[in-house]
């Protein structure tokens, strides 16, 4: 069994890069889920999130319909959760 070309390999690593050319939304940098395989941002840890940044980040962008997606309402659900629990 022969190894893959170094173009191969170099290529494989970096698809994700270009897999993702869509903008990042605030509400995606705030509130990024570790678990979602289409994520254009870094996760978050659900102890790290701001709830009211999440909020109103993530209200923005599915009011105004600019980009809007259906994970955003789970990562506005998701900071809602983290101010129910540390209530």
Known sequence: MSTPPLSNVIAFITLH???HA?????C?????????????SEP???IDIQPERVVRACTDVLIT???AKPWFLLQRGRSI?????QS
């Open 17 to 19: 890069l270009f897999a």
């Open 22 to 26: 869509e903008p990042v939304d605030e």
């Open 28 to 40: 995606d940098r705030l509130a990024a889920l570790e678990a979602d395989p289409t994520a254009v």
């Open 44 to 46: 978050v840890a659900f």
């Open 65 to 67: 319909g600019d980009n």
């Open 81 to 85: 959760s983290g101010v129910v629990r």
